[in-house]
């Protein structure tokens, strides 16, 4: 399996548009928007690319797909991320060829410097192994890093981690809040506190990222300790902080099913 890592930008009068087009198992083109945009321009652009990546994607997509692709090709695309997979290294190559000769016709390009390739996937491990390289790179998508790695029967297993930078910035975001909070009962920052972590868990809750999930809240934990010792001169002792947590801080639990799971129960052969 071969991933090739990319951006796809277009360019506009008015602002930079920066549609992520990503493909997995084989290939993988992804990209990030460059510069800090407000929530509308937000917006704009989400609805832009995925106006643009439906004509000059996802139709061509199906046309190639029956027309040059010699094993299976599966796309996925949510807005403007989108994830292909190629059974051939040979049909990726083409296809990555052939996308950038589409991408140019509607002003679109991928981006040189994030456009990479990365062998990924259920030999992936064994194969670099043996031309003696190291272990599989990874790629982030849908807010997740993806692993090549094995489960604890030593099967192949696509791990799922929450992207250290998304945790880093969340914790950062919550430190602010907590601020102005700094004075508010305890019973209701706690309230305020349980929604959001519960909130966090429901989109990051899957199999194999409970290690991050738990991490995030013992961060969390500790931010809110630190406002809660500044309120006065006499230091909140941790023992009883602990049970503050316990009370209004919810465990991580899986709240979604593997993927596998998921596809059978709204795809039955």
Known sequence: MFILSGGVAVAEKTSSLCA????????????????????????????????????AFDLWVSVWRKKWARGEVV????????IAGFQYQTDADRFLENLRERLAK?????????????????????????????????????????????NRLGRFA?????????????????????????????????????????????????PGNIGSLSLFRDRLLGLWWHTLCRRSQKRLPWKSMLKLGARWLPRPLVLHPYPAVRFAATHPR
């Not at 990209?31 to 704009?44: E, H």
């Not at 990924?120 to 990874?138: C, D, L």
Request: aromatic residues 12%; proline residues 3%; positive net charge.
């Open 75 to 82: 796309v996925i695309r949510y807005a403007d991320d989108t």
């Open 158 to 206: 696509v791990r799922r981690l929450t992207i250290r930078k998304r945790m880093r910035s969340k914790l950062r975001e919550l430190k602010q809040q907590l601020r102005p909070r700094m004075h508010d009962p305890v019973r209701q920052t706690g309230v305020w506190l349980k929604s959001v972590v519960q909130g966090y868990f429901n989109y990051y809750a899957v």
């Open 20 to 55: 992520d087009c990503r493909l997995q198992n084989y290939q993988i083109f992804s990209g990030n928007r460059n510069g800090v945009l407000s929530r509308f321009a937000q917006l704009r652009v989400t609805i832009h690319s995925a106006l643009y990546l439906h004509y």
């Open 106 to 150: 509607f002003g679109l390009e991928l981006h040189p410097d994030k456009t990479r390739r990365i062998e990924f996937g259920r030999f992936a491990e064994e194969n670099r192994k043996r031309r003696g390289e190291g272990k599989p790179e990874t790629f982030d998508f849908l807010g997740f890093t993806h692993i090549s790695g094995k």
